[in-house]
């Protein structure tokens, strides 16, 4: 048996619109005409958070790894410039694969399954967000088909190895063929040829892992067929309330807007699943340390949940930018500000780039304090 691989972290039926041909493919004319289907995928858990990536198959639809989104209390997606959240509408953790369903229509590419494996040999790239980066593209060869590899969860089968490099955050991404349909969803990536991380393991170069295109379309159609959602883990003593989902709106040009809007989204949807380590750590280490403890910090936020998030602006360049931002959070009225249930905030973040993420380093209220809405 091979060693354990790492997990690089990102059917169907036919989408209800043919997705346009792509003629004469090249790979630029290629990633050019699918990449607006690709997405990014932001997951909050009970201790911290991860990135991913994901494909659309549907307006509503994103598949990716399950990997990516186990033990998710909150998940947002961002296709484009659109950012909303979206569910686990079916998941097979051995199998590596799962289906997501958003909370709104989105634009992009629908992308389609190969009908086949592809050949040994034949020319495949891999599309996602490693590294926190932006639209990636990797391309490579089918080096082996029908591969057994073992995982945390038993044994993977019908793997695709490839040698396009893959890293974490390419997770849950399309592998696809250059005609742009998916012969794989990106899994995982060997890095250890003996796996005991001592000073007689090498590196693995050139190995990575897709489940197989046939094989995730035959589960993401299935999960259509006979949906039953999978609930968000619980962080709380209590479970979350229902329509903790937070309404995004992201109105600024700027090219950070997206990620700026996703580090605030997993800061409200960790406040809302009572996931207060994960909010916390959002905030950069100086402005911790004005809050005092973790304790000290969530005091007052049982009852707050954030409704709906609007990014106005986006001001600054390099890495400290300012955002603009309209917030709207229910509470009960004893953790209100003047007894208020309902409040209208008008917030300005700073927010400072760490070299992984985009972290609050300040807040301020230049029109006052909140009113009620």
């Known amino acids: 048996m091979e060693p354990p691989v790492v ?10 619109s043919e997705p346009p041909a792509i003629t004469a493919p090249s790979w630029p004319t290629t990633v050019e005409a699918v990449r607006s289907g ?10 911290g958070g991860s990135l ?77 967000y490693p590294l926190r980066a932006d639209l990636t593209f990797t391309a490579g060869a ?11 969860f038993g044994t993977a089968t019908d793997m695709i190895q490839t040698d396009a490099a893959v890293n974490p955050g390419n997770s ?15 899994s995982a990536k060997r890095a250890w040829v003996i796996g005991t991380r001592t000073e007689e393991d090498y590196s693995a170069e050139g190995t990575a892992y897709a489940v197989s295109g046939p094989r995730a379309s035959q589960a993401s159609a299935e999960w259509q067929e006979r949906a ?24 600024s040009s700027h090219d950070q807007a997206t990620n700026v809007a996703q580090s605030l989204l997993i800061h409200g949807q960790a406040i809302n699943r009572s996931a207060y380590e994960t909010a916390f750590a959002v905030f950069t ?22 409704r709906s998030l609007t990014v106005k602006q986006i001001s600054g360049e390099g890495d400290v930018l300012l955002a603009d931002v309209d917030l709207r959070t229910v509470q009960s009225e004893a953790d209100g500000f003047e007894g208020q249930e309902c409040s209208e905030w008008t917030n300005r973040y700073q927010l400072e780039w760490d070299g992984t993420a985009w972290r609050i380093g300040g807040v301020t209220l230049p029109a006052g304090p909140p009113t009620e809405c």
């Open 7 to 16: 997990p690089s972290t990102t059917p169907a039926a036919p989408p209800t």
């Open 228 to 251: 039953v959602p999978v609930a968000a883990a619980q962080c709380g003593a209590d479970p979350a309330a229902p329509g903790t989902d937070i309404l995004i709106d992201v109105r």
């Open 52 to 128: 991913g990536t994901g494909f659309l198959i549907d307006d509503d639809l994103i598949v990716t790894a399950a990997h990516v989104v186990e033990d998710a209390t909150a998940i947002n997606v961002a296709v484009g410039d659109e950012v909303t959240s979206a569910q686990v509408l079916g998941i097979n953790a051995p199998a590596d694969l799962a289906l997501l369903t958003t909370t709104r229509d989105l634009e992009g590419y629908v992308f389609s399954f190969v009908e086949a494996d592809p050949a040994l040999g034949e020319e495949v790239a891999a599309l996602g």
């Open 172 to 186: 849950g991404g399309p592998l696809i063929t250059i005609e742009g349909d998916v012969a794989g969803v990106v």
């Open 142 to 152: 089918v080096s082996r088909l029908n591969v057994e590899i073992p995982t945390a």
């Open 38 to 47: 690709v997405a990014r995928i932001s997951v909050t858990t009970c201790d």
């Open 285 to 306: 280490p100086q402005l911790q340390q004005t809050f005092g403890t973790l304790e000290e910090w969530k005091s007052g936020l049982s009852t707050t949940l954030w």
